[in-house]
Every structure is written in structure tokens, then in C-alpha cells.
């Protein structure tokens, strides 16, 4: 007689739970995996003063997608190093289980519930439906993006650096660019040299606004674009999240370039020197790479406190979610805004575009934005003991490594045992921290939802 065993599935929330443990350490070992490479002699140039805590310090960075490294990458790395660092970057990107999954649709093998589930979290997404279709979306919009902007490069860095060096040079910044990494291999200077070439600065903000928008947009305007032609149906036909991104992005690059355009005009140490025409090239380009990028084509420690502070912010908000940047993301910020404009209003629910937002969505959005800030505030606190540095050089660094952006006023080369510490610890959590916040505090949420017990309201005094 043969037994038939049934099989079991868990329940949604174990799988949920599981989700946020894979999507962590998937991520935590592709940074050991390559702090070990990067500590081979192959990896370093020779008589390298490097100890492996650098190595594992430039690893989380590049996994992370931040860009702050502790020495300068073409002069202490190889090109096996290089390489290495590229290939942490493009999986740091992207996620490592969406590699993986990806893997799964070439040799069109089914992903399993519980895959399906921890790529739902780990690329953003609301729903399971075609995950299949939108990894492979993902991976043709990745290749496109990143292949588009290397032949772009090419015609700029070939002609400098001849054809294998340039084309080489042209592939590592266009991924590094793309998924707002911002490790270059041009020098000390990243792109200093660079500030008045029109060609590259478009190409490299063109490739980090691409990554920073999020997938998720750009699937929505080319689906929108084969179904409406006509421009005003167009536009009405794009999803409520897309509208959110595109407008919030918009707002924050263009204000951002008009205000370091003021703040720092007059600087004789970064755009005072420049012709006019150069000085809103610099700008601009300042502005979209505070999208989390951490290139930069003027000298970031001879900014103004008032141009770092203005920074700080910006590189806390960060890029859009489903996307390659980091930071709380822009429909974050925009969501708690609008719950703000709607309580001085005096609305009991937040209206956009002649839509509602949920509840939860708003609660996720404050979650999310509280505890990102407490998490910053007790890093700065714990440099502020560590560092020997100006106090807002210390902020600029927090938030530049919380939102994986990459960005330094000089200090990370100096950093105490600590200090590495400490910044290793931020990009990490920065990295995976809001996919891991909404898990840990929405689901717990969803599950208790109806079982809560109601006590008499009492009034207390706010403000």
C-alpha cells in the first residue's frame, strides 16, 4: 500500500518572516564573500597598507551601493579588484536573489511560492502576479540602461584612454552609475576633471536618474505608451506611484541645483572659478547625484556648512523605492507631507491626483521615516565620541552612508577602527533597512489586526 503525503504550505506571514531573514543575509554574505576576495594578493596592489577591515569596509560599500571608500579604488585596488568591486555593485544593485531569480526564468524554471514571496519584498512589489514577467523586465531594463550608457561613455573615454582601457572604464561607471554606486576608477579626484564636460555629466546623471526612479516607473511609462498615443490620456493613464515619483524627483533635482547654484556661486573652492554655463552643470550634476549616486565633479569638503547641511538632507531622502537608490525614498517624504497638509486641513483622509491613500500605507511611511532618523541620529552620536572632526562633516557622513549615497567631506579616509565600524553597520542598514522596517512592523500589524484591546481614551497634552 503507498502512502500519499500531502504537502503543507506555511502560512503567508511565516513566509513573510523568512522573507526578511533571506533578503539580510543574502546580502550580508555576498559582502563576506567579497571582503575575503578583496583581501586576496590578487585583489590589492602590492605593499597595500589596507587591513581587512578596509577590505570588508570597501565590500559592504560597494554591495551596499554606497561609494565611501577608506582608500582610493584604482590606486589600491587591481583589476581583479576592480573587477570584483564591479560585480559586488551590479549584485548590490540589483539584490542577490533577484539574480538568483532571475537565473530561474533564463532556464525557465517556476519559482516557488516561497521565492516568489521574498522577491515580492525584496523588489517592492504589492503583488505575486507575472513575478516571472517582471524579473525578466528588470533584467532587460538593467541591461539596456547599463549597455546604452557604456557605448555613450565610450565616445568620451576611448579617445582618452584608448580602446581597451576606455571601454573598460566606460562599463564600470556605467554600471557603477546606473545602480547610483558611485565608485569610479579615474583617480582621487572621482569626476573633478570632468566638471565642464557637457557629453559625460549627462550621460552619468542620465544613467543615476534611470536607476533612481525605480523599475516599477519605468515599466509603467512604456505600458502606458503602447495603450495611449494621445498625450493628456497618456499622462492620466500613468498609476498614482509613478505621477508621486516623477514629480517628487523633478522637484527635488531641479530645487536641488538652484540651491547649491546660490549657496555656492560665490565659493572660490568649487564654483566661483567656473563659467556660468559650468557652474549650472555643476550643479546639476551635485543635485542628481545627491539622488544616492556619490559621484561628484566639485571638491565636497570645501562646500559650504550651510551647502553639507542642505546635502545631508537631500541624501536622507534619496531616490525611489522598487529603484537602485537608497535613502527613505522620495514617495516617502511625500506621503508624510501630504498627512501633515491633511491634518492642518483638517481632512480625515489624505487626497492626491483624486485618489485616497491608505491608512497603512501612511503608517508605514512614518515607520519608516521615524526610524531611519533615530537610526542616524545614534550613528552621528556614536562618530560624534569616535571622531575627531567637524561636527557636520560628521553629519554629511552619516547620512551619506545611511542612504547609501557615498558622498565625503574628506573624513572617511580618516576614520577611526570605530568610525569603520560604524559606517559598515549604516550602509548595511541603510541598504536593507526599509524593506526589513515594513516587514517587521506592517505584518506584525496585519496579524494582530482585530485582536487589540480597546481601553477608555484619555487625553494627553502635545506641543
Known amino acids: 500500500m503507498v502512502m500519499k503525503t500531502r504537502t503543507v504550505h506555511k502560512p503567508y506571514k511565516k513566509l513573510d518572516i523568512s522573507a526578511v531573514r533571506r533578503i539580510g543575509f543574502s546580502f550580508f554574505a555576498v559582502i563576506l564573500i567579497g571582503s575575503f576576495l578583496l583581501n586576496l594578493p590578487m585583489s590589492h596592489v602590492a605593499h597595500s597598507s589596507s587591513s581587512y577591515l578596509d577590505h570588508l569596509f570597501v565590500a559592504t560599500s560597494a554591495t551596499c551601493v554606497t561609494g565611501l571608500v577608506t582608500h582610493v579604488t584604482c590606486q589600491e585596488y587591481t583589476q581583479i579588484g576592480q573587477i570584483i568591486i564591479i560585480l559586488l555593485i551590479q549584485i548590490g544593485g540589483l539584490g542577490f536573489l533577484t539574480l538568483l531569480s532571475m537565473l530561474y526564468v533564463v ?22 502576479k507575472d513575478m516571472g514577467i517582471y524579473i525578466k523586465r528588470v533584467f532587460k531594463y538593467t541591461a539596456t540602461f547599463e549597455g546604452v550608457g557604456a557605448i555613450c561613455l565610450m565616445f568620451s573615454f576611448v579617445p582618452k584612454f584608448g580602446i581597451s582601457k576606455g571601454i573598460y572604464y566606460s562599463i564600470f561607471h556605467s554600471i557603477s552609475a546606473f545602480c547610483n554606486a558611485g565608485f569610479d576608477i579615474l583617480g582621487a579626484n572621482s569626476l573633478m576633471n570632468y566638471v565642464g564636460d557637457l557629453w559625460v555629466n549627462l550621460v552619468i546623471c542620465g544613467l543615476i536618474i534611470a536607476g533612481g526612479l525605480g523599475f516599477v516607473v519605468w515599466i509603467d511609462l512604456r505600458l502606458s505608451l503602447i495603450h495611449y498615443r494621445e498625450h493628456l490620456k497618456y499622462l492620466e493613464s500613468l498609476s498614482l506611484h509613478t505621477k508621486i515619483v516623477l514629480i517628487s524627483s523633478f ?18 573652492q568649487t564654483l566661483q572659478p567656473l563659467s556660468l554655463p559650468q557652474k549650472i552643470l555643476a550643479s ?45 525614498k522620495t514617495v516617502t517624504i511625500v506621503i508624510t507631507l501630504l498627512y501633515v497638509r491633511a491634518l492642518m486641513r483638517g481632512d480625515d483622509n489624505i487626497h492626491v491626483f483624486k485618489r485616497t491613500i491608505d491608512d497603512q500605507i501612511v503608517k508605514r511611511a512614518l515607520t519608516i521615516l521615524i526610524v531611519s532618523f533615530t537610526i542616524t541620529v545614534v550613528g552621528l552620536f556614536v562618530l560624534s565620541v569616535s571622531e575627531n572632526a567637524e561636527f557636520i562633516d560628521l553629519v554629511f557622513e552619516v547620512f551619506s552612508a545611511f542612504a547609501t549615497v557615498g558622498l565625503t567631506a574628506g573624513l572617511t579616509p580618516n576614520l577611526t577602527v570605530v568610525g569603520k565600524v560604524i559606517i559598515i553597520i549604516m550602509m548595511y542598514i541603510g541598504r536593507i533597512g526599509p524593506i526589513t522596517m515594513v516587514l517587521l512592523f506592517v505584518k506584525k500589524y496585519n496579524s494582530r489586526k482585530g485582536k487589540d484591546v480597546n481601553f477608555v481614551k484619555e487625553h494627553i497634552l502635545i506641543g
Open 107 to 128: 532556464f525557465k524554471r517556476k519559482l516557488s511560492y516561497a521565492n516568489k514571496i521574498v522577491m515580492q519584498e525584496a523588489l517592492n512589489r504589492t503583488s505575486l
Open 251 to 268: 522637484v527635488l533635482i531641479f530645487g536641488g541645483m538652484a540651491v547649491i547654484f546660490c549657496l555656492e556661486f560665490n565659493n572660490p
Open 284 to 328: 546639476f550634476f551635485q543635485s542628481v547625484t545627491l539622488r544616492t549616486a556619490g559621484f561628484a565633479t566639485i571638491d565636497m569638503a570645501a562646500l559650504h556648512q550651510s551647502t553639507k547641511f542642505f546635502m545631508s538632507v537631500a541624501m536622507f531622502i534619496g531616490g525611489s523605492p522598487a529603484g537602485t537608490a537608497g535613502g527613505v
